[in-house]
């Protein structure tokens, strides 16, 4: 039932920038954190930018300065402000989510991890 939703990526020249949004839906709890990942071709994937509820932050030191991660717990949706962008930063982004959410069928709660479908970011001239 859960779903994350991305929008936002595409094509930007060195320098320039990008706003990333996902939102999370359905019968949602809580959201305890929510952040982006991205994965290059050939690299593993890793951690962006993660804010959980009380609004404390995780930066990855290559994007320090340049990335804002902001989240609206009324809407269930994270956005990643990307300016200062470099072709380094040419990948495709996830979107995450660690939260409670109920199932329609029995009402029971289950949570975890989730993932939205990645969005591609390419930075290049």
């Known amino acids: 039932q859960v779903q994350l939703v991305e929008s936002g990526g595409g094509l930007v020249q060195p320098g320039g920038s990008l706003r990333l949004s996902c939102v999370a839906s359905?019968?949602?709890?809580?959201?305890?954190?929510m952040g982006w990942y991205r994965q290059a071709p050939g690299k593993e994937r890793e951690l962006v930018a993660r804010?959980?509820?009380?609004?404390?932050?995780n930066y990855a030191d290559s994007v320090k300065g340049r990335f804002t991660i902001s989240r609206d717990g009324a809407k269930n949706t994270v956005s990643l402000q990307m300016n200062s962008l470099k072709p380094e930063d040419t990948a495709d982004y996830y979107c995450?989510?660690?939260?409670?959410?109920?199932?329609?069928?029995?009402?029971?709660?289950?949570?975890?991890?989730?993932w939205g479908q990645g969005t591609q970011v390419t930075v290049s001239s």
């Open positions: 995450n989510a660690v939260l409670v959410a109920r199932r329609n069928t029995d009402r029971g709660y289950y949570g975890g991890e989730f």
């Open positions: 359905g019968s949602i709890v809580t959201i305890n954190a």
């Open positions: 804010i959980i509820v009380g609004g404390d932050t």
